[in-house]
């Protein structure tokens, strides 16, 4: 049964409109409510949680920044989706500038990944990973949104500012792409 | 992985994509298509594959650590408010020195022409003076394009 609170609970969109207003804790509110499913998107593009860390804080940065840009055409998920989008790229293009002799999961060829070893289910998790890290940013996106944000063509279309039709074929060849470099969990 | 020709029509079917027609449509040619059976089940695995991969939640540290970044915002906001006043006030002040360059210019040239010039450039007025409609005759005549 719902609590008083639970009914009283503000929208995103309201929130939004407190922080406009000058009300910061309610932008502190909107913060717990997404930090979480976009640490797990970050996690997913960028493959590890330091640099997860950096994009979502830069997310509600720009996020709090461009509040008046706002105009609640897209949910404040899809639009806070949106932005973290655009750091992970930015924030990749950068790392990318950086590079030297690190060498992380994001560096792993094709090639690189290892054999079949489906009785571990945490080399299954490394091989995984890194064959997404081996696929192009937009393809990448594009498999994390669906499979692993569980998003429709519709909302990705919306968030990537790409036609559905796109969504479709991008996702079509990432997978195409997947099945060849995990064939042996596939079968 | 198949040749089928239905095959780039999966993906968007397994994850339910397809208008109702396509999907019946679809759906009785994968019955008799063991290519096509064969795909959607490795789409499954697929699915499954990446999703054991887990999702990471963020530990209440780095959580805290998110909550304080928002406190240095509004100087941030202070900080980009000015970038974009010391921007608009260059932009302006570009803008002012190019039209005041171009006025300046515009004016010596009108300033340079002579009164006899003017007049012989000026459309023909039967209400010239006769110096004027001297000095477009010769101006026309010199440029091949008097009267016959």
Redesign the interface.
Known sequence: MATESDRWQPTDVELVNKTRKGD?SA??EL??RH??TL??LA??LSGN?AD??DI??ET??GA??GLGAFQGRATVKTWLTRILIRQSARHHRSASKRKTTFVSLKETSHSDVRGPSPQS?AD??ID??AA?KTLGPEHQEV?IL???QGL??EEMAEILEIPRGTV?SR??RA??E???R?KE??? | ?TDCGQA?RL??YY?G?VSEAERASLEEHIRGCPLCAVEIA??Q???R??????????SSQ??E???Q???L?PK??IL?MVEVFAAAAAAILVASVIWLYALSATREASAQIPEWEAAALAARNPSASVQEQLAQWIVEDLSGKSEQ
Do not use: N, P
């Not at chain 2, 594959?49 to 963020?58: A, H, P, W, Y």
């Open positions: 910061h932008f502190h913060m717990d930090a979480q640490f797990a996690v997913s949680a997860a860390e979502v804080q509600f940065a709090f920044r289910a299954a998790r995984v990973t997404i498999v669906r499979e692993i429709s063509y479709e996702l079509f997978r195409r997947l099945q060849k995990l969990y596939l079968g | 992985m780039d993906s968007a994850d994509e490795r789409l695995r697929l699915s594959l990446i999703r054991s991969t887990g999702q990471m939640e963020m780095a959580l650590r998110l909550h970044s928002l406190d915002q941030i906001a980009h």
